[in-house]
């Protein structure tokens, strides 16, 4: 059982930077896919980008690329999202998530159904 904390998250105004941390315990870090999602009021949960077992892989949502830019430390069980230029659009509350890379494919997953285990949630607020 894999266990997700995520952390960083706060207000702060549009063209702002934020870098977004998820500390992993339960586990071997390094056998899962990793995600981050977003869910805003009123909203479904939205993929935003993901990143594979080794780090070699990455993959963003369209409204995020050029912008975020998700990474991860397996010597330190924790995955990141830098966001820069942040819009008040990026408001939501931000979840990481994380599936196990023996589920095959050798593309990570984009579906919220795809990942198993999922943080608390860090809320970001971005104002005008």
């Known amino acids: 059982q894999v266990q997700l904390v995520e952390s960083g998250g706060g207000l702060v105004q549009a063209g702002d930077s934020l870098r977004l941390s998820c500390a992993a315990s339960?586990?071997?870090?390094?056998?899962?896919?990793m995600g981050w999602f977003r869910q805003a009021p009123g909203k479904a949960r939205e993929f935003v980008a993901a990143i594979s077992w080794s780090g070699a892989r990455s993959y963003y949502a369209d409204s995020v690329k050029g912008r975020f830019t998700i990474s991860r430390d397996n010597s330190k069980n924790t995955v990141y999202l830098r966001m820069n230029s942040l819009k008040p659009t990026d408001t939501a509350v931000y979840y990481c998530a994380a599936y196990h890379r023996s589920r095959g494919s050798t593309v990570v997953a984009v579906a919220v159904d795809a990942y198993d285990y999922w943080g608390q949630g860090t809320q970001v607020t971005v104002s005008s």
């Open positions: 339960g586990g071997t870090f390094s056998s899962y896919h």
